[in-house]
């Protein structure tokens, strides 16, 4: 189930930026006021208005009823964050957390031994059977 939302949040953040990134252009073309189309990244189709009138010989009058319409959305150009972009304490902060998150990892080849330089005491009298303590 983790992964399967890891995966999930992968792919929502990839599309995020990838939105965020790219220009966006809409276009439309209004006939008396009404919206006749609408295009991404390309120009909107005129209406037959256009051509009516042309056959008509109106070529010489202007079409007013008909209008074009386009709204841009600009998108990030600048992404990149350098370390020089980070006032001093940022940095600081950021090399510690590193270096104290990488070796929270690290995995040790033996178990340290606090007692190893240490003999054991000596069993001179047997203490279970002067305290009179048993396992039952």
């Known amino acids: 189930m983790k992964d399967l939302i890891r995966q999930i949040l992968s792919v929502g953040l990839a599309m995020l930026v990838l939105l965020s990134t790219v220009s966006w252009t809409v276009e439309k073309h209004l006939c008396m006021g009404r919206v006749m189309d609408i295009s991404l990244f390309a120009e909107a189709e ?3 208005m256009e051509m009516a009138m042309a056959a008509m010989g109106d070529e010489t009058e202007e079409n007013h009823c008909c ?3 386009s709204f841009t ?3 990030q150009d600048d992404l990149k964050l ?3 972009d980070l006032e001093l304490e940022q940095q600081v902060f950021l ?3 590193t270096h104290g998150y990488l070796n929270l990892f690290e995995s040790l080849e033996e178990l ?3 007692h190893e330089g240490y ?3 000596l069993i001179t009298r047997d ?3 002067l305290d009179q303590v048993f396992l039952i």
Do not use: R
Request: proline letters at 21%; aromatic letters at 4%; one cysteine or more.
């Open 67 to 69: 209008d074009d319409e």
């Open 73 to 75: 959305v600009s998108g």
């Open 46 to 48: 005129h209406c037959a």
């Open 112 to 114: 340290p031994v606090p």
């Open 119 to 121: 003999p054991p005491p």
């Open 95 to 97: 090399v510690a957390f």
């Open 82 to 84: 350098t370390l020089t």
């Open 127 to 129: 203490i279970h059977l």
